[in-house]
Structures are given as C-alpha cells and as structure tokens.
C-alpha cells in the first residue's frame, strides 16, 4: 500500500489494489491505464475534465469559439449539468474516468450546445 507520505506525493501508489476498466476489463493502477481511461481525479474534477474534453476533442464550435471564450462564470453556473453529463457519457470509478474516445466528442458537442443552443430549423415541406 506504500506510506502516507508516498501517497500524498504521488510517489507511491494510492491503493493496494487496481481498478478494473468496466469497459475491457483491464487493471488500472498509478501511472498503468487501459486505453479507456480517459481522466483520474488527481487532475482535477468535472469542471477540468470538461475542459479538457474541450480541449482534446476533434470536434468544434460551429461559430469558432473555443474553450476560452467560455466565461468562468458560465461553468460555476453549469457545474452540476456537466456532472450530470459526464456522468452519462463516462464511468467513474476509484479515481479513473473510463469510457470511448467519441465520448470525449459527444461530451463536447453536449457542452457547445449548452453553451449556445443552435436554433430550430425549419421544417422542410413534403410534397
């Protein structure tokens, strides 16, 4: 299990045993991650993974925006949503966050649509 001191540094492992991937089924340790791992807890919280999604996805704004033009007040105010959201598109589980690669995308496309929502289109008429 290592010493405390090694846990809170990060020099040691922070458990005996190791996480498995709910998705492949492998053993996930300190610095020994599946391809499914996608974030662990020690980088930050939802808020961070969000950005990072943001970040890292191949997906962008239509508009061009980009994760800067996201005002700090905007993401305090939608914290609980994007918990919610991350929650639905990953599994979280003893400090890792599993889950696809296209999650990171549709996380992202769930976020800009938040951020601003596109607007209805019109209906196309059948003859």
């Known amino acids: 299990?290592?010493?405390?001191?090694?846990?809170?540094?990060?020099?040691?492992?922070?458990?005996?045993?190791?996480?498995?991937?709910?998705i492949c089924g492998a053993a996930n340790a300190a610095m020994r991650y599946c391809r499914h791992v996608r974030w662990t807890f020690d980088q930050g919280g939802p808020v961070e993974f969000a950005?990072?999604?943001?970040?890292?996805?191949?997906?962008?704004?239509?508009?061009?925006?980009?994760v800067r033009d996201l005002p700090e007040a905007w993401w305090r105010a939608h914290e609980e949503w994007i918990v919610e959201r991350?929650?639905?598109?990953?599994?979280?589980a003893d400090g890792f966050v599993f889950g696809e690669l296209a999650d990171l995308d549709l996380l992202t496309l769930d976020i800009w649509r938040a951020y601003q929502p596109e607007a209805e289109r019109r209906p196309i008429p059948r003859q």
């Open 86 to 92: 991350a929650l639905e598109r990953f599994a979280a």
């Open 1 to 22: 299990m290592g010493k405390i001191v090694d846990q809170v540094s990060g020099s040691g492992p922070v458990s005996g045993e190791a996480v498995r991937c709910p």
């Open 51 to 66: 950005r990072y999604a943001l970040e890292t996805s191949a997906y962008q704004h239509p508009r061009g925006y980009t």
